[in-house]
């Protein structure tokens, strides 16, 4: 089987390549076969590796194809490294991938753009499984901006409507300016190791980089700065909720499940740089801190459905950075799996939802959703139970009690990350719940469409499943201590060292937590269900905060007065880019020579002997004067 | 006459009897089939011939002829080219004039012209050849009397020709007077006594300058080149362009060398001044023209320019960095007029910016090879006009000429504009006006097809490749 893998990476894009060339002749029927199928081929091969992975889980696979490029002392190849860890990536991306496929095909189905639609699908999976399939900084380059294309495309698949437009524009921007960051990285990695081939620069980094060397923290911040545009986290976080102008498969499978997890990827692929760059590390942790609450009060304050997922999403990968803040790979890609579940459940969910809705995204405009469309309640409440952490049922509990854990319990976690990362957990669970209760409860207030059909409730009862299950492959030291996903992972990164004498204070945390959690859903449908009245009184008192959190912390008003308008400003007054005049010159100069000398060539020949007559005065005067 | 002397000749003998053998083959049938092979065939025989002479050795017929490897190297290139627009010129010929037979002698002739004035060492032979050439020209230029710009082409060339001679005539008798000698050897060894050349044999070098200067339309001697270019049969022009520039350049070329006169500040000003305003003026002028021939006409005006950089350089990098130029010019130049000819219809040359809008839509091939063709003309890399600007900047950088290589730069800058405008032209969408049929048998369009893409796949292999050409050019010209 291994030397099937890069079929995995191959196959949708050749699927990509039929569907363009074949633009126009396809029908949807053949259209919607080729891009689900050819995803659905890449996830059975990777179901089979992974099976093999799961037995030997420190298997690496290696398969070069063919040299990319050779320069001067940079020879990067087109190599695929496949372990555990890029293991647990490409299962999720053609798994999660392969479903949002399905749901596509039913939800995308009256949309002119049908055949387009699959075909930036089918180059998305491609390019993220080449960006996580990567051996080398190179070629996982080639991916990272693949994917920032296919999203960009995507974002505005409806370009007709302007807005769509400028978020798509938002978004490619935004995440370049941290794609420039990581370009500097490679830029000094490759000064510093004179290679870029991934497993090459982890084996040296430890000899070429001292502990906490300038060098080697400049590369971490700047390959965080990678990270942090892609994954959306501060203060490169602006463009996701924007995203979602985007039709809703498009937000279930990159801007939740996999593109904006890049950033954890590259983080986790490259943590032996960040281990000798603390203060980089420490950073993350921050980052992932901060991000989590800001998003997280800001879910609270949103009404229309997505962005609520959006903001979350957000939030939930705040989590993970925090996680690798305080060396828990494990956790983060445990969390990364089964946020991937939940996530891709409640944006498709959600995505059902507003269509049977006739397009209505204001949850407000909502309610009364649970008896008419039971599975869609049913397992987006499994979802939304799974992403609030309900205690000892979902698994999403599991891999956030171990994040919440971490953070206090690692030797590089403290209280402040564990505080953070608690108030979060119970913000978490109010938004969350908000949402169900909006949506799905009280009166009918929109008239509810034609029911889905099989293709959508389909992968929704199968994520649901997996939203529920997948978390009991890893339980805590206090409930059964089941380790299958942490020791899957120990192939590729280091178990967490705790501080010494902690782990008595572990279910002291997990009951915090869980009845945080709980507290959460109390409150919610305290305001939401029981006292509605409340919540006006509510609102206007707090109005002023309301409006702050709802629009994000006002991230997009200080960059649009810090960047927009002054670059507004410069452009307006060079208007006539003064540059430009001086090749105007040229322009005019040559033209003024153009229009002098085409006098001289009017066909009168004695015009011409005139010619011949100067130009020997000419040379003979030349000759005498310098002889 | 020796066996030796004889055997050294036959290249011209063979020209001179396949002109005669032409003309007795039209006395008794007009076939204008048979005449082209011939003609081709007798360019073949004599180009095969004298691939068999030995690069190394010199051979001298006194007084008048010199065989050494340069002489022997450009001659092929002369014969080759004339070869290939016989080749162009039977698709053209074929469907318009009802006497095109003769057409052949007198490309025959002119060849024969041309290979006289590069084997030249002395001023009788070079007048000789000069006249040969520009007498059978006169006729080529105004073949299609039905035309009434071929005719005024004609007549302008014969009257601006036969100027352009009386000063190399009256330059020659002043040269004669000062040394006594005909001969170039005989002018080198008079001046090896003088530092200073003599004010009168000077004045008969200016007076030949401004003669060889109107054969290679430099500036200011240029203003012909545009009518008659415009007015002359694409292949003619073709032959113009290349061929009879060619001999000229070979002669200046041996005659400067030999004379070795790097050494005088006068002569070096004159041409400095010479190509620094051909290269200017050239490009300007076609800078905003809409005719492609004149475009065309304006271009190799810069370009003999170009040439005169490495000339002007001297030494042997400067010998192989004219020869190489030459021959990338001469693909080049003969590709463009050949596409050019293809697109020719019975009444007038498609030399109207307009018959190529949207020409790589209707024939994607023949605008895909005139991309090339112009491509090479602006000197992009992968094209032999690449390799062919960067031998001359190497050969001008390698004695410090830098205020010539400067410009030479500049203007390929320039040249760069008109140039992509014409492939720009080709892109453009152009509605209406059908496909025009074919009218001829289909081997006529065979033939034209297989020539142009030899130019084509040459032009891009001595571009890609160029070292072949180079080794080939060093064991010619290092004698």
């Given at each position: 089987m291994e030397k099937y893998l890069w079929l995995v990476p191959a196959l949708p894009f050749a699927g990509a390549l039929i569907l363009i060339l074949g633009s126009g002749k396809l029908t949807k029927g053949i259209s919607g076969f080729i891009g689900a199928g050819s995803v659905g081929l890449s996830a059975a091969i990777s179901l089979v590796l992974g099976l093999q992975f799961l037995r030997e889980p420190a298997t690496v696979i290696q398969q070069q194809l063919w040299s990319w490029f050779s320069v001067g002392g940079l020879s990067t190849n087109f190599a695929l490294h496949l372990d555990a860890l890029s293991m647990v990536f490409i299962f999720v991306i053609t798994f999660v991938g392969f479903l949002i496929h399905l749901y596509s095909i039913e939800f995308m189905h009256d949309d002119d753009g049908f055949t387009r639609?699959?075909?930036?699908?089918?180059?998305?999976?491609?390019?993220?499984?080449?960006?996580?399939?990567?051996?080398?900084?190179?070629?996982?380059?080639?991916?990272?901006?693949?994917?920032?294309?296919?999203?960009?495309?995507?974002?505005?698949?409806?370009?007709?409507?302007?807005?769509?437009?400028?978020?798509?524009?938002?978004?490619?921007?935004?995440?370049r300016?941290?794609?420039?960051?990581?370009?500097?990285?490679?830029?000094?990695?490759?000064?510093?190791?004179?290679?870029?081939?991934?497993?090459?620069?982890?084996?040296?980094?430890?000899?070429?980089?001292?502990?906490?060397?300038?060098?080697?923290?400049?590369?971490?911040?700047?390959?965080?700065?990678?990270?942090?545009?892609?994954?959306?986290?501060?203060?490169?976080?602006?463009?996701?909720?924007?995203?979602?102008?985007?039709p809703s498969p498009v937000s279930a499978l990159i801007h939740a499940a996999t593109m904006v997890t890049a950033g954890v990827y590259l983080i986790t692929r490259t943590f032996p740089l960040f281990e000798l760059a603390p203060l980089a590390q420490n950073w993350v942790g921050i980052i992932g801190a901060v991000t989590l609450l800001i998003a997280g009060f800001s879910a609270l304050t949103q009404f229309d459905l997505k962005r609520v997922l959006a903001y979350s999403t957000i939030s939930q990968i705040g989590y993970m950075f925090l996680a690798l803040g305080v060396g828990a790979y494990s956790s983060a890609i445990f969390h990364f799996m089964i946020h991937a579940f939940f996530k891709a459940l409640l944006f498709l969910g959600a995505g059902a939802v507003i269509m049977v809705l006739h397009h209505e995204h204001d949850m407000f405009k909502m309610g009364g959703l649970k008896d008419k469309l039971p599975v869609i309640f049913w397992t987006f409440l499994i979802g939304a139970g799974s992403l609030a952490a309900l205690p000892f049922i979902t698994a999403g509990f599991y891999s956030k009690d171990q994040i919440l854990w971490m953070a206090l319990a690692s030797e590089k976690g403290n209280i402040w990350f564990f505080l953070a990362a608690l108030i979060g957990a119970f913000v978490t669970a109010i938004y969350t719940f908000r949402m169900v209760f909006l949506t799905f409860y009280g009166e009918e207030k929109t008239h509810v469409g034609h029911p889905v059909g099989a293709l959508i409730t389909i992968p929704l009862v199968i994520l649901g499943i997996l939203s529920f299950a997948a978390g009991f492959i890893e339980l805590p030291h206090t409930l059964g201590h089941f380790t299958l996903f942490s020791d899957y992972m120990?192939?590729?990164?280091?178990?967490?060292?705790?501080?010494?004498?902690?782990?008595?204070?572990?279910?002291?945390?997990?009951?915090?937590?869980?009845?945080?959690?709980?507290?959460?859903?109390?409150?919610?449908?305290?305001?939401y269900m029981k006292r509605t009245d409340l919540r006006a009184e509510l609102k206007s008192s707090m109005i002023v905060t309301n409006r702050f959190w709802y629009s994000g912390w006002g991230f997009d008003q200080v960059y649009d007065f810090v960047f927009v308008k002054p670059y507004v400003y410069l452009s307006s007054i060079n208007k006539n880019d003064i540059i430009d005049a001086f090749y105007k010159g040229i322009v005019s100069v040559?033209?003024?020579?153009?229009?002098?000398?085409?006098?001289?060539?009017?066909?009168?020949?004695?015009?011409?002997?005139?010619?011949?007559v100067v130009g020997a005065i000419f040379v003979l005067s030349i000759g005498l004067l310098f002889q | 006459m020796s066996k030796t002397d004889f055997l050294n000749i036959v290249p011209l003998f063979i020209l001179t009897s396949s002109a005669i053998l032409i003309m007795f083959s039209i006395s008794v049938k007009r076939n204008h089939k048979m005449i082209y092979v011939i003609t081709a065939l007798s360019l073949v025989a004599d180009f095969i011939y004298i691939v068999q002479y030995n690069a190394k050795i010199k051979w001298v017929i006194e007084p008048l002829f010199v065989f050494d490897g340069f002489a022997v190297f450009n001659m092929g290139l002369i014969l080759m080219t004339a070869l290939a627009v016989t080749m162009i010129s039977f698709a053209y010929f074929e469907q318009r004039e009802e006497r095109k037979e003769e057409y052949y002698i007198l490309l025959i002739l002119a060849t024969l012209g041309a290979c006289v004035l590069v084997i030249s060492k002395h001023f009788i032979s070079l007048?000789?050849?000069?006249?040969?050439?520009?007498?059978?020209?006169?006729?080529?230029?105004?073949?299609?009397?039905?035309?009434?710009?071929?005719?005024?082409?004609?007549?302008?060339?014969?009257?601006?020709?036969?100027?352009?001679?009386?000063?190399?005539?009256?330059?020659?008798?002043?040269?004669?007077?000062?040394?006594?000698?005909?001969?170039?050897?005989?002018?080198?060894?008079?001046?090896?006594?003088?530092?200073?050349?003599?004010?009168?044999?000077?004045?008969?070098?200016?007076?030949?300058?401004?003669?060889?200067?109107?054969?290679?339309?430099?500036?200011?001697?240029?203003?012909?080149?545009a009518d008659v270019y415009e007015g002359a049969p694409a292949p003619v022009t073709a032959f113009i362009a290349t061929v009879s520039k060619g001999g000229v350049i070979v002669l200046l070329v041996r005659f400067f060398t030999l004379i070795n006169g790097y050494q005088y500040q006068s002569l070096m000003l004159i041409f400095t001044a010479i190509a620094i305003a051909s290269m200017f003026i050239g490009n300007f002028l076609a800078l905003r023209q809409r005719n492609v021939k004149r475009i065309l006409a304006y271009s190799s005006i810069s370009h003999i320019g170009y040439v005169l950089v490495a000339f002007l350089a001297g030494g042997s990098m400067g010998v192989e960095a004219v020869s190489f130029y030459l021959v990338a010019y001469f693909i080049t130049t003969v590709g463009a007029f050949g596409i050019l000819s293809t697109l020719s219809d019975h009444d007038r040359d498609a030399d109207h910016m307009e018959d190529y809008q949207g020409l790589l839509w209707k024939r994607p091939w023949t605008a895909a090879i005139l991309s090339a063709m112009l491509l090479s003309l602006a000197g992009i890399p992968l094209t032999a006009g690449f390799i062919g600007k960067f031998y001359l900047i190497a050969a001008g950088v390698n004695t410090d000429r830098w205020l010539l290589v400067s410009m030479l730069a500049l203007n390929s800058a320039i040249g760069l504009f008109y140039y992509i405008r014409i492939i720009a032209v080709m892109f453009e969408r152009h509605e209406g006006e059908e496909e025009r049929q074919d009218v001829l048998h289909p081997s006529v369009y065979i033939i034209s097809g297989v020539t142009m893409g030899m130019l084509v796949a040459l032009l891009l292999w001595v571009g890609v490749y160029p070292e072949w050409m180079m080794s080939v050019i060093r064991t010619y010209v290092h004698n």
């Open positions: 639609f699959f075909a930036y699908l089918n180059l998305f999976v491609c390019s993220m499984l080449i960006l996580v399939l990567a051996d080398n900084l190179v070629l996982m380059y080639l991916g990272w901006e693949g994917v920032g294309l296919c999203s960009y495309l995507l974002i505005g698949f409806w370009y007709k409507e302007e807005k769509n437009g400028y978020a798509a524009r938002k978004a490619f921007i935004i995440t300016v941290g794609d420039t960051a990581m370009a500097i990285g490679l830029f000094m990695l490759f000064q510093t190791f004179g290679t870029l081939t991934i497993q090459e620069i982890l084996n040296l980094a430890p000899q070429r980089l001292p502990m906490g060397s300038e060098t080697g923290t400049i590369i971490a911040f700047l390959l965080l700065g990678g990270a942090v545009g892609k994954s959306a986290q501060l203060p490169l976080q602006t463009w996701l909720p924007d995203a979602m102008a985007g120990t192939a590729v990164v280091p178990a967490t060292e705790l501080s010494p004498g902690i782990e008595s204070t572990e279910w002291l945390i997990q009951l915090s937590a869980a009845v945080l959690c709980l507290a959460g859903v109390g409150i919610a449908y305290f305001f040559s033209n003024f020579f153009h229009d002098a000398f085409a006098r001289t060539q009017n066909g009168v020949m004695r015009w011409y002997i005139m010619g011949i | 007048f000789l050849g000069l006249e040969i050439l520009s007498v059978s020209l006169y006729s080529m230029i105004a073949y299609l009397r039905r035309r009434e710009k071929s005719d005024e082409a004609g007549l302008k060339y014969l009257i601006m020709a036969a100027f352009s001679s009386a000063f190399i005539l009256f330059g020659m008798a002043l040269v004669y007077a000062q040394c006594g000698s005909l001969e170039f050897n005989g002018i080198a060894k008079y001046l090896t006594g003088y530092t200073q050349i003599p004010i009168l044999l000077l004045t008969g070098f200016g007076l030949m300058i401004v003669g060889i200067g109107f054969k290679l339309s430099l500036v200011p001697f240029h203003m012909w080149a």
